[in-house]
């Protein structure tokens, strides 16, 4: 039976490691909608191409672009047994825009998805954020509060600079999370109207996390 997947989260939430766990796992291709276009522009498709005269410019690709791209690629052969999309929808227009593509590649099967929500305090993502560094040399990202390092400057990998992003301050990691949680609520509270949500508290241990996941999926499925 096919199998689909919408993952929620805001950066920080770890949604991005648990969808390379199941991803693993049962083998669905993981579509997050950022490498998604870039792929699509660098193919030079139609698509692409019109879609990069927007980004060119600094500007949205508009909906109707972005679901016309998303439904390409889940219409592909390696999407057939089930998808994790990763990033979408990320407000109830977009879900909107969504449900019209499922009910177009689902139309002879009944699948209901499985929508994660990813679940994390907002003081503790902007925590993480303030103490992200990243070595100005190899990239490796450390957090200071957890990581314990000897010497908070330097990269213990190849001994580059550590250095800070200049946008991950308290001030603008607060107003961006606050965005985005303005406009997902509306979104996660349509996803549990239709019974198709379960929350996952992202504060705990990846393990646990996945195998929480992976267990709502079963009662999912078997409901
Ligand atoms: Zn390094």
């Not at 969808?19 to 692409?48: C, N, Q």
């Not at 560094?133 to 990998?157: P, Q, W």
């Not at 550590?162 to 509270?189: G, M, S």
């Amino acid at each position: 039976m096919k199998q689909e997947f919408i993952f929620i989260g805001p950066p920080g939430s770890g949604k991005g490691t648990q969808t390379k766990m199941l991803s693993a796992e049962y083998g669905f291709p993981h579509i997050d909608t950022g490498s998604l276009l870039r792929e699509e522009v660098a193919s030079g498709s139609e698509e692409g191409k019109l879609a990069n005269s927007f980004m060119e410019q600094g500007q949205l690709v508009p909906i109707e672009l972005v679901s016309k791209i998303i439904k390409n690629r889940l219409l592909k052969d390696d999407c057939k047994n089930g998808f994790i999309l990763d990033g979408y929808p990320r407000s109830t227009e977009q879900a909107a825009a969504l449900d019209e593509i499922l009910k177009e590649i689902d139309k002879d099967t009944d699948t209901v998805p499985n929508v994660f929500y990813f679940e994390v305090d907002k003081t503790k993502l902007v925590e993480r954020l303030v103490n992200r560094r990243s070595c100005s040399v190899c990239g490796a990202i450390y957090n200071l509060k957890t990581m314990n390092l000897e010497d908070e400057t330097k990269c213990t990998k190849c001994g580059g600079k550590l250095i800070r992003r200049e946008d991950d301050t308290e001030e603008v990691a607060e107003k961006r999370f606050t965005t985005y949680f303005n406009q997902t609520a509306p979104l996660i509270e349509l996803y549990e109207k239709r019974g198709w949500l379960t929350k996952l508290d992202a504060s705990l241990p990846i393990d646990t996390i996945y195998k929480n996941l992976t267990g709502a999926i079963k009662t999912h499925v078997n409901s």
